[in-house]
């Protein structure tokens, strides 16, 4: 069986996870899909698990790298393999609810132009508590026509691609996943293809982003600017886009990037990794402006790091914006949130 759907699963080291999410997608109500496993020469138990669940159910396809190629790659290996008319990527510490495919295939339906279909995405903690849920803070659902959803996605907003199903066109319109910009490819991806397509989104929660201590997103340093900053010379060349919304689009991810200095700034400080802290101010000052903002920011660090109860105020901010920022996401129904917990059972 060929399937309508291609679920893009890389995995590395992590045979537990991988035997969670795989169990996450063949629980799905809809049920024209195949899952491709592309394991990055894990060395365990991780071809074991994969291949006892093909033998289960043969929806279920495995590959396995004789050397490790790196996660973004694989990601992308996994999508320069895609033949069926939908795809979507998993990692492997990612679950989905059942619904996922179900809800995402009727957007299309709703909306037969559209290149995406998403769904909400919960970001949660290895307990299932709620930490962040994007489309929350969107106005609305349903269709946007370019490139109004593009300027929904900024401001770290954009869909979370746990739960995004895309058309095969959309690698046709956006191009396939560019490892130089890192990170954020995601996020790259996704802005171009709503800047110039339009793309149908859903609010209803349809799977979790888990956090944690392992999670890349936890690492990042401020070698991420260069990504954004990729993002924007592409914005800026994308002859698809609409010239007036190319220059607006690129400016306000330009002001993203700086923000995403501004919190691995804090965040380095927060922790006690002060030299990525000192780094993000340089990257300010140096490379990515205002300069007279890296230098504030590197005023801060040298205050903070000097003395002890700036940090302690530092944290307490920290923590009070965390807290905020999880407080739509703590409105979930409690049936989908025991959903959630219930998939992330090992």
Same mark, same amino acid.
């Given at each position: 069986?060929?399937?309508?759907?291609?679920?893009?699963?890389?995995?590395?080291?992590?045979?537990?996870?991988?035997?969670?999410?795989?169990?996450?997608?063949?629980?799905?109500?809809?049920?024209?899909?195949?899952?491709?496993?592309?394991? $990055?020469?894990?060395?365990?138990?991780?071809?074991?698990?994969?291949?006892?669940?093909?033998?289960?159910?043969?929806?279920?396809?495995?590959?396995?790298?004789?050397?490790?190629?790196?996660?973004?790659? $694989?990601?992308?290996?996994?999508?320069?393999?895609?033949?069926?008319?939908?795809?979507?990527?998993?990692?492997?510490?990612?679950?989905?609810?059942?619904?996922?495919?179900?809800?995402?295939?009727?957007?299309?339906?709703?909306?037969?132009?559209?290149?995406?279909?998403?769904?909400?995405?919960?970001?949660?903690?290895?307990?299932?508590?709620?930490?962040?849920?994007?489309?929350?803070?969107?106005?609305?659902?349903?269709?946007?026509?370019?490139?109004?959803?593009?300027?929904?996605?900024?401001? $770290?907003?954009?869909?979370?691609?746990?739960?995004?199903?895309?058309?095969?066109?959309?690698?046709?319109?956006?191009?396939?996943?560019?490892?130089?910009?890192?990170?954020?490819?995601?996020?790259?991806?996704?802005?171009?293809?709503?800047?110039?397509?339009?793309?149908?989104?859903?609010?209803?929660?349809?799977?979790?982003?888990?956090?944690?201590?392992?999670?890349?997103?936890?690492?990042?340093?401020?070698?991420?600017?260069?990504?954004?900053?990729?993002?924007?010379?592409?914005?800026?060349?994308?002859?698809?886009?609409?010239?007036?919304?190319?220059?607006?689009?690129?400016?306000?991810?330009?002001?993203?990037?700086?923000?995403?200095?501004?919190?691995?700034?804090?965040?380095?400080?927060?922790?006690?990794?002060?030299?990525?802290?000192?780094?993000?101010?340089?990257?300010?000052?140096?490379?990515?402006?205002?300069?007279?903002?890296?230098?504030?920011?590197?005023?801060?660090?040298?205050?903070?790091?000097?003395?002890?109860?700036?940090?302690?105020?530092?944290?307490?901010?920290? $923590?009070?914006?965390?807290?905020?920022?999880?407080?739509?996401?703590?409105?979930?129904?409690?049936?989908?949130?025991?959903?959630?917990?219930?998939?992330?059972?090992?």
């Amino acid at each position: 069986m060929s399937g309508t759907i291609t679920t893009i699963l890389p995995t590395f080291r992590r045979p537990q996870l991988l035997r969670r999410a795989l169990r996450s997608v063949l629980r799905q109500t809809y049920q024209d899909f195949r899952v491709c496993v592309y394991d $990055n020469a894990s060395g365990d138990e991780t071809e074991a698990v994969a291949r006892e669940a093909a033998a289960a159910d043969r929806r279920v396809v495995y590959f396995g790298h004789p050397t490790n190629i790196g996660g973004a790659a $694989n990601f992308l290996f996994g999508m320069r393999r895609v033949d069926t008319p939908y795809f979507s990527f998993l990692s492997d510490d990612d679950v989905l609810l059942p619904d996922f495919y179900e809800t995402a295939i009727a957007g299309f339906m709703r909306s037969p132009g559209a290149l995406m279909s998403a769904a909400s995405t919960v970001e949660v903690d290895e307990a299932g508590a709620p930490l962040f849920e994007p489309l929350a803070l969107w106005r609305r659902e349903g269709v946007f026509e370019p490139p109004s959803g593009a300027f929904a996605m900024l401001d $770290n907003r954009h869909p979370t691609w746990t739960t995004a199903l895309f058309r095969r066109e959309a690698i046709d319109r956006a191009g396939y996943l560019d490892l130089e910009v890192g990170g954020p490819s995601d996020l790259d991806f996704e802005l171009r293809l709503a800047a110039s397509a339009p793309i149908f989104v859903s609010r209803r929660a349809c799977g979790a982003y888990v956090r944690h201590a392992a999670a890349h997103s936890m690492a990042e340093t401020p070698d991420v600017a260069a990504g954004f900053a990729r993002i924007c010379r592409k914005i800026d060349e994308d002859t698809l886009i609409e010239t007036d919304s190319r220059k607006k689009l690129a400016a306000r991810v330009r002001r993203q990037m700086r923000m995403k200095l501004i919190e691995i700034w804090v965040k380095g400080l927060v922790r006690g990794d002060d030299a990525v802290a000192r780094d993000a101010a340089l990257a300010m000052r140096d490379r990515y402006g205002p300069r007279a903002g890296g230098s504030l920011l590197l005023g801060g660090w040298r205050a903070v790091t000097a003395i002890a109860p700036l940090r302690a105020l530092l944290r307490a901010v920290e $923590n009070s914006r965390l807290g905020m920022r999880a407080r739509p996401a703590r409105s979930i129904e409690p049936a989908r949130l025991g959903q959630i917990r219930e998939a992330l059972a090992l």
